[in-house]
């Protein structure tokens, strides 16, 4: 699904897509138009833009990922500033395009999104990463009846500590000598484990524990 509130630009990269071999399954061009038709469409990845009239889009991003878990949200944005970037990133964007991108570099971040894999312009992945780390370093409100850490085997610890130091699924399934599916398997069980909602979470949680520096 396309969101966007320009109809030129949102007409050219839905048809991008759809020749590209990917299904649109529908369009948008405001914030609430986004959350109504994404609720009924059911898409796999969302393509968003952040400014949008009646809602923003990391609302429309917070709202959707919220209630629709395993959907994935590529921002396409205009804006480079890393404030724009960590907001979308912590309201559950799995990446980050500007629109400055190839129609190539755009139809494989879609299909890298698509497998949970995240995709940044080239300089924000760091960004990122150092804004986890941060986070990580910042005290966690203390919980008198916080409940046991749920215990996730061996494998799972291993994909986990991988996900943390920035690998895509389609690395850490080389790196172990599995298959991609059976990486994104063993996330998607962690996610259970551990209430979290999505790969932002995770990452957090791995580097909270200092599993990105094992």
Not at 16 to 33: K, M, R
Not at 66 to 77: A, D, K
Not at 179 to 187: D, G
Request: hydrophobic share 40%.
């Amino acid at each position: 699904m396309v969101v966007d509130d320009h109809p030129m630009w949102r007409d050219a990269v839905a048809r991008d897509l759809a020749e590209s071999g990917f299904d649109v399954v529908a369009t948008a061009g405001d914030g609430p138009q986004a959350v109504r038709r994404a609720g009924a469409a059911r898409p796999d990845v969302l393509v968003l833009d952040l400014n949008l009239p009646g809602m923003p889009g990391v609302q429309v991003c917070k709202e959707l990922v919220g209630s629709h878990p395993g959907l994935r949200v590529l921002v396409l944005s205009a804006s480079g500033e890393h404030a724009d970037v960590l907001e979308a990133v912590k309201s559950g964007a799995t990446g980050y395009l500007l629109k400055s991108a190839s129609t190539q570099e755009l139809t494989e971040a879609v299909r890298s999104t698509a497998n949970g894999d995240p995709v940044f312009t080239p300089g924000l992945a760091g960004l990122v990463l150092g804004e986890y780390r941060r986070l990580a370093s910042d005290p966690a409100p203390a919980a008198s009846d916080e409940p046991k850490a749920p215990q996730l085997t061996d494998r799972e610890t291993e994909v986990l500590r991988l996900v943390a130091k920035g690998l895509s699924y389609k690395q850490i399934a080389e790196r172990l000598v599995i298959s991609h599916r059976t990486v994104q398997n063993h996330v998607q069980n962690t996610l259970g484990k551990l209430q979290l909602h999505n790969r932002v979470e995770l990452v957090r949680y791995a580097i909270e524990r200092g599993l990105d520096d094992v």
